[in-house]
């Protein structure tokens, strides 16, 4: 091989892997996977946990609630954060229920099993307060938790 085709062939290849690099590394700033669904784990990075005694995040709704209700949901933290994932999920068998019918700028709804029924961040803008609504389903479905 003579060496302008080398120099060729190892500039596409260094090209092909940065802009794989670069995607990868960008990839979820819009948002967590749908393989994060089921145990809500980030999947995309290692994440270093900092101390709890030094962050905490907490979340505000009403205390009772009736099937199709709307039902206002904030998430406070005590740091800023890029990413989050946000789901309401039935006590009694850990599966999703409801929708969520508001959500707040810098999020996107996400479709785990349902359209609207997991909403996650957009960008990757610093994020400290937010607030949903969340909508109940139309049957009973006792005890939610959101996580």
Same mark, same amino acid.
Request: hydrophobic share 40%.
């Given at each position: 091989?003579?060496?302008?085709?080398?120099? @060729? !062939? !190892? #500039?596409?290849?260094?090209?092909?892997?940065?802009? =794989?690099?670069?995607?990868?590394?960008?990839? &979820?700033?819009?948002?967590?996977?749908?393989?994060? =669904?089921?145990?809500?784990?980030?999947? @995309?990075?290692?994440?270093? /946990? @900092?101390?709890? $005694?030094?962050?905490? !995040?907490? #979340?505000?709704?009403?205390?009772? &609630? &009736?099937?199709?209700?709307?039902?206002?949901?904030?998430? $406070?933290?005590? $740091?800023?954060?890029?990413?989050?994932?946000?789901?309401? $999920?039935?006590?009694?068998? *850990?599966?999703?229920?409801?929708?969520? !019918?508001?959500?707040?700028?810098?999020?996107? /709804? #996400?479709?785990?099993?349902?359209?609207? *029924?997991?909403?996650? @961040?957009?960008?990757?803008? #610093?994020?400290?307060?937010?607030?949903?609504?969340?909508?109940?389903?139309?049957?009973?479905?006792?005890?939610?938790?959101?996580?």
């Amino acid at each position: 091989m003579e060496d302008g085709r080398k120099v @060729h !062939v !190892v #500039l596409i290849g260094w090209a092909c892997t940065t802009l =794989c690099l670069v995607s990868y590394a960008a990839a &979820f700033s819009h948002g967590a996977s749908p393989s994060a =669904c089921i145990d809500m784990m980030p999947q @995309h990075m290692r994440v270093q /946990l @900092h101390s709890p $005694r030094n962050n905490y !995040v907490t #979340l505000h709704t009403n205390m009772s &609630f &009736f099937p199709g209700d709307k039902v206002p949901v904030t998430v $406070r933290s005590s $740091r800023d954060f890029m990413g989050f994932l946000l789901q309401a $999920r039935k006590v009694s068998n *850990d599966e999703i229920a409801g929708t969520f !019918v508001f959500i707040p700028p810098g999020s996107k /709804l #996400l479709t785990c099993f349902e359209d609207g *029924d997991t909403v996650t @961040h957009s960008d990757k803008s #610093l994020k400290r307060n937010l607030s949903f609504v969340w909508k109940a389903p139309d049957q009973p479905i006792g005890d939610i938790k959101f996580l």
